[in-house]
């Protein structure tokens, strides 16, 4: 196993709630990604970590903010939840360096159930 | 047009067959390609990564890029009940960690 924990495993909460889901890392990779996954979407990028305090955006970032204070940690906010938001999250993470692109692997996810 | 297609399937094989599973894409600056394995209620799990064209063998597992035509595979040789699970299959651009997922065939093998 790539040393990935994502916390909580699960999470049931109300529209309009912030929400925050964590993932942690044992195995110091600079990159770190947060996914969701979707009936008939697919996996999909919210935003990535290439450092400490370095994100960007991916493809479905809309209503989710990141922070990356540790490079153990990665950690994904929704500000306001929204029951469109409902999903399976996924932490990915990456020992690729700018000479070098390596594989993602991924946590087990979080089960987020907005009502 | 996707950038990435992928039959959904279902697949249904009896144990010890052989199984091909595909994708198509569009964009021809993919150079880097995987395919993961995912079983119920887990994180998908990497099987095989590839750069650019040709084969690659892991034990019954092989899979082909064939970027003339923009067709990626994963064969699985003497398929068994374990392997029953959803592949994705996925690609990138040259520097960029941006993943591009199909979405996902399920296989059923059966004893």
């Known amino acids: 196993d790539a040393g990935i924990t994502q916390s909580p495993r699960h999470k049931v909460t109300e529209t309009g709630t912030p929400v925050t889901l964590r993932c942690h890392q044992t195995e110091n990779h600079r990159y770190m990604y947060w996914y969701r996954q979707d009936p008939g979407h697919g996996l999909r990028l919210i935003h990535y970590?290439?450092?400490?305090?370095?994100?960007d955006k991916g493809e479905v970032s809309d209503g989710y903010s990141v922070s990356r204070s540790k490079t153990e940690d990665f950690l994904l906010t929704l500000e306001s939840a929204t029951s469109s938001q409902t999903s399976v999250y996924f932490c990915a993470i990456s020992e690729s360096t700018p000479y070098n692109n390596q594989p993602q692997h991924f946590g087990d996810g979080t089960r987020l159930s907005i009502l | 047009q996707k950038e990435v297609e992928q039959d959904p399937g279902p697949l249904s094989v009896p144990e010890g067959a052989i199984v091909s599973l595909n994708c198509t894409y569009s964009?021809?600056?993919?150079?880097?390609f995987m395919w993961y394995r995912q079983y119920s209620r887990k994180g998908p799990e990497l099987l095989m990564y590839?750069?650019?064209?040709g084969n690659k063998e892991d034990g019954r597992f092989t899979a082909q890029v064939d970027k003339s035509s923009k067709y990626i595979s994963l064969f699985i040789r003497d398929s068994q009940p374990s392997d029953s699970a959803t592949y994705l299959c996925a690609m990138r651009k040259g520097g960029s960690e941006k993943l591009v997922f199909g979405k996902g065939t399920k296989l059923t093998v059966n004893p």
């Open positions: 964009n021809s600056a993919f150079q880097y």
């Open positions: 970590s290439y450092g400490v305090k370095d994100t």
């Open positions: 590839t750069y650019s064209s």
